[in-house]
């Protein structure tokens, strides 16, 4: 069923369905946790059909007392749906504990196999590179192995943050989405469309995957960076959080998005090696480590001449 009235991406009025030209897909959320609410919330406001499914009696209970469609045990799906893995994938020594993963997924695979359709799985939690490929792909294709139901791989990873997860979802500034699949791609950009924000689509799963985990750390460098220059900022009894607003406000790296993105040069000139070296120094002589800064010399000289890349 098509419903067909424009809408305006740009007011928050905009997920009433009524005025919404989409057609509704059916959903499942598996892992309802903060982000497979968030996910689902947004998506049910959209007019989609979203069941959620959590191994958490006590979560499925809340759901279901709020009026939600929701399971402990992943539905067999009879026509097409778009599945979101949303479980925990907490690190550990080698990278990232897939249990969670890795449980979701084969029961997801198990219970397509029993029905018919095609189906999208997209992987929402945050993995390792490489992970939706190898890992979930191999899982679902055993699982699948003598089912008719039809399977692709997506990788969709969410930038919501915690503390204003609903709204975040609902208005996201950025969707990611990555698979080999044309088909998945066109399903997921036009499940997300209607949300607005800026729109990233890339032809595979694992620059998708990378681009979660590159956006946290390039957020926790710059936390530790500045708090590196708080502890400097200290020695002369002043605000380092005053310095701070001001750099960002002043640093092309800051101004600039695309300012040191590209990879494989070193940066050069006079004054970036000089005034890093002289702060190192100076830092040490007061007595204040500066890890932070002594690694970025370290990465910069790990790379060679710009000539070399030429
Ligand atoms: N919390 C955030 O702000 C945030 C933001 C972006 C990405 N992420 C990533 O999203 C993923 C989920 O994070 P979260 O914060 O929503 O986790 P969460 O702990 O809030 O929720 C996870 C839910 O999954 C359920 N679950 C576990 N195993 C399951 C299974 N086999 N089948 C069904 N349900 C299962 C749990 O019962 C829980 O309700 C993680 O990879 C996380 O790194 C989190």
Do not use: W
């Amino acid at each position: 069923m098509r419903m067909s009235i424009t809408f305006n991406t740009t007011t928050p009025d905009f997920l009433n369905p009524t005025t919404l030209s989409i057609t509704p897909r059916r959903v499942v959320i598996v892992g309802a946790g903060v982000v497979g609410v968030a996910t689902g919330h947004a998506l049910l406001g959209l007019g989609h059909d979203v069941r959620f499914v959590d191994v958490n009696p006590s979560t499925v209970c809340r759901l279901l007392n709020e009026g939600k469609r929701a399971t402990v045990k992943m539905p067999s799906p009879d026509g097409d749906s778009i599945i979101f893995i949303c479980v925990p994938t907490p690190s550990d020594e080698t990278g990232f504990d897939l249990t969670m993963l890795t449980t979701a997924v084969s029961s997801v695979g198990h219970s397509i196999a029993r029905g018919t359709g095609s189906h999208i799985v997209a992987i929402r939690s945050t993995v390792a590179p490489g992970t939706t490929d190898r890992l979930v792909a191999g899982l679902l294709r055993s699982e699948l192995d003598q089912s008719t139901a039809q399977v692709v791989v997506a990788s969709t990873p969410e930038f919501l943050r915690e503390a204003s997860a609903a709204h975040d979802a609902v208005c996201p500034t950025i969707t990611v989405i990555g698979s080999r699949s044309a088909y998945a791609r066109e399903e997921l950009r036009e499940l997300f469309a209607p949300l607005g924000g800026e729109m990233r689509i890339f032809p595979d799963t694992t620059s998708s995957e990378l681009v979660k985990i590159v956006h946290n750390c390039f957020n926790a460098t710059k936390i530790s960076f500045f708090n590196e220059m708080y502890k400097i900022a200290e020695v002369f009894g002043i605000s380092g959080d005053a310095i701070g607003e001001v750099v960002v406000r002043s640093a092309e790296a800051s101004t600039n998005p695309d300012y040191g993105t590209r990879g494989g040069y070193p940066f050069g000139g006079h004054c970036l090696p000089k005034d890093l070296d002289g702060l190192i120094g100076f830092a040490a002589s007061a007595g204040v480590a500066t890890p932070l800064l002594e690694a970025v010399r370290t990465v910069n000289e790990s790379f060679t001449t710009v000539e070399a890349h030429a």
